[in-house]
Nanobody, 120 residues
Framework: EVQLVESGGGLVQPGGSLRLSCAASGFTFSNYAMSWVRQAPGKELEWVFIINKQDSRTWADSVKGRFSMSRDNAKNTVYLQMNSLGPEDTAVYYC??????????????WGRGTQVTVFP
């Protein structure tokens, strides 16, 4: 059974940092691309970052220069390092597995999400 468990969310002041983690199980982690997707209150889902099986990454313009994503295949974990956080980053952050190792494949599994709240 595929499981994606996010952690690391919380409350942070503007300008602060958080690191989200997503522990994966139930599949050969190193073979798949992984993403972070977020949903702010009252808004649609927004893709944030993706890393493929070869460690190539791409990201949304809204997080360019502030967020970074990495993976540790030995730990079956992906991370999202978030710096210079602002109120616009307040959202539930979901870890998402792709159906293949490449960026253009569809999502097939989602975690339950972790809340990030940026407040003064």
């Amino acid at each position: 059974e595929v499981q994606l468990v996010e952690s690391g969310g919380g409350l942070v002041q503007p300008g602060g940092s958080l690191r989200l983690s997503c522990a994966a199980s139930g599949f050969t982690f190193s073979n798949y691309a992984m993403s972070w997707v977020r949903q702010a209150p009252g808004k649609e889902l927004e893709w944030v970052f993706i890393i493929n099986k070869q460690d190539s990454r791409t990201w949304a313009d809204s997080v360019k220069g502030r967020f970074s994503m990495s993976r540790d295949n030995a730990k079956n974990t992906v991370y999202l390092q978030m710096n210079s956080l602002g109120p616009e980053d307040t959202a539930v952050y979901y870890c998402v597995k792709s159906g293949s190792g490449w960026m253009d494949s569809e999502y097939d599994y989602w975690g339950r999400g972790t809340q990030v709240t940026v407040f003064p």
